[in-house]
């Protein structure tokens, strides 16, 4: 068991915090902060901001200018390898830092323990593993993307309270409160990208976007992923003339060409029941370097999602409405008719958004 | 504009919380809490616990001893009748209390007013209104009975995340967990009558009564009332031979005697759609005087309430379960068809209970 003290806790707390500034611009790359100790005081922090752009260490040993006999606190551990900048591994060594201690190793293949591996050959003490639960949950997208070839799920939905999202005669509307829209913005700003199905493209056309212009200006449009089998995307869709990219995924792509034409990407999948592959689609996103995809669908899709367990987190914003009987369920599961066939739950977080309920659970899944 | 110091609401608050003692034994009678002081000092304090036993004015000039001078600060207005206890203001005034302070005015047509009126004819000054909004909050069942002749109404459901409650094969079993099911408990002893549809009875064949011992040493059984149209309950019904009184609400009485023999009181109603009047029904708990109705119902008898506007507060207890599309709503509500037929909540309380949630919600009305 390795040791760590009171201050070691302060100060990777700080670095996590540090890491988070990282939440809209990071990706594809994981969010990581640093923070320089010398004598008890910091020296020097930093964080990841961007792709292509210095990485935390660096950052941090920039803003302290000499760092030599400090002790650095990172939340991932240093990369080794030669990547669009040059390894963090030499920057700390060069610049005599005296200790290191890691949250988490890097399940990057090219580091993963490689760069706490040539640091310790190099002669620095290195302590592995303070805080490392919270520094893999703020990276959990790039975990799993990386461990798993797959981007981590999350779903969004507005219901009233009792579940509903429209009438069955298919009336609907915005149903929950500014708060909650805003929180969605956020959302989407965390995400590299957001799924929905050609059937709330035909009934919203909507746009996929961040709005918010205080978010915005901290990260690039999250990709749009649009499942639509038969690619019935009409031609003048909003989301095709926004800014970011669109990529459809199909099973039939016999249209593909006019659509290619207005600037989206096809992607014809295996077929499952005449439908895209769910899965497949996880996988391209992955390859794509996704590593948080947001899904906002509609009833039928998030119940293809949902039965198929393919789905790691529900954000619930509840509407204080009862809606009734004669309604539309949020997912639609005809296949589930034994009460086995539920899903099981755990809250992460419970909060009040103005007059809406926020609930954020993730599926558990048997191991 | 009355004016309190923050001395005042110290000791109001504090009497309020006295009052909150009574809160499964006191009914019908409201929940009324005082604080005397002297000096700056509490001398004497109490609340009322029982209906036929002391007031709280009483129980706190007793505690005190000697209250000359004193400054008494009571949740209620002060009785001025003789009911089955002597009235308050004479022994306030015979104590020689020097000021009351009183939160709010007792609604009740033998007091409202008189009681204050009283006492200051009687020379001692009266300040009135410090913390009324919580005062009437505390005993809000007592006011809407004394106000309204119906009682508090409060639904309780469990149901899973997505709003369902069993499937529609008719599966169902309990889906929350232990805080839920003793916090329901604690609802249940709350409420001077529980109240249920004929459904449930011959489903489930439910107690309805308070189970828990730390609970039930406080209060007796409350009163079941039972929505049974046709007189359906079997004579064999588990809540026909447990503690407590059964009221059964009917439209064809026919086969009342074999029930009555069992010792359950049978009320005809007005029928409305052959089917028992759900006012009617409130109006004859509220003659018995019912202050609080907790309705533990199916989804149609639910539904019936919800839709006839007669639910005051909704404790929905959500488990962390997705049960899917092919599942029984919370409530029935097939005269719905238009999402302007929804009803509007107002969220008061939303908290964890083990891994369950529990959502407290109020019925906004049209004013």
Redesign the interface.
């Known amino acids: 068991m390795t040791a760590f003290s009171k201050d070691d806790a302060v100060h990777m707390a700080r670095a996590l915090r540090l890491a988070s500034n990282g939440k809209y611009s990071a990706r594809p790359n994981p969010m990581v902060g640093c923070v320089l100790v010398r004598g008890g005081e910091v020296i020097g922090e930093g964080w990841h901001a961007k792709a292509g752009e210095p990485h935390a260490e660096i950052n941090a040993l920039a803003a302290a200018g000499d760092a030599r006999g400090a002790t650095a606190y990172i939340t991932l551990e240093p990369c080794v390898h030669q990547g669009r900048t040059p390894p963090c591994t030499d920057a700390l060594l060069a610049a005599g830092v005296a200790e290191l201690v890691v949250a988490a190793e890097d399940p990057y293949s090219s580091v993963n323990g490689k760069g706490i591996a040539r640091l310790r050959a190099a002669g620095m003490p290195v302590r592995v593993g303070l805080m490392d639960k919270a520094a893999k949950e703020l990276n959990r997208g790039f975990f799993r993307r990386v461990q798993t070839s797959k981007p981590f799920v999350r779903t969004k939905v507005a ?6 999202v429209a ?3 298919g ?3 915005w149903i929950t409160g500014v708060p909650a829209r805003v929180d969605v913005q956020r959302l989407r700003a965390a995400s590299g990208a957001i799924l929905t199905g050609i059937g709330t493209v035909l009934a919203d056309d909507p746009s996929l976007t961040v709005r918010d212009k205080s978010i915005r200006a901290h990260s690039e449009q999250p990709l749009r992923a649009i499942v639509d089998s038969k690619l019935r995307m009409p031609h003048a869709a909003n989301m095709l003339c926004l800014p970011g990219q669109t990529v459809i995924y199909c099973v039939d792509d016999t249209h593909r060409e006019a659509l290619q034409m207005k600037g989206a990407e096809i992607v014809r999948t295996a077929a499952e029941d005449e439908l895209v592959s769910l899965a497949e689609v996880l996988t391209d996103l992955a390859r794509r370097g996704i590593n948080d995809l947001l899904v906002e669908a509609g ?1 039928a899709l998030l ?1 293809s999602f ?2 198929a367990d393919l789905v790691d987190e ?1 954000v ?1 914003y ?1 509407a ?8 539309v ?6 296949a ?4 086995s ?7 992460s977080d ?3 958004l103005g ?3 926020r ?1 954020t ?1 993730r599926f558990v899944r048997a191991c």
Do not use: F, K, N
């Open positions: 219901t009233s309270i009792d579940g509903a009438m069955r005669s009336e609907s509307q009833p119940g949902v039965a529900l619930i509840q204080p409405h009862i809606m009734g009987s004669e309604t369920a949020m997912l639609q599961t005809p589930w008719t034994r009460l066939d539920r899903r099981q739950l755990e809250i419970v909060r009040r007059a809406d309920t609930i659970a």
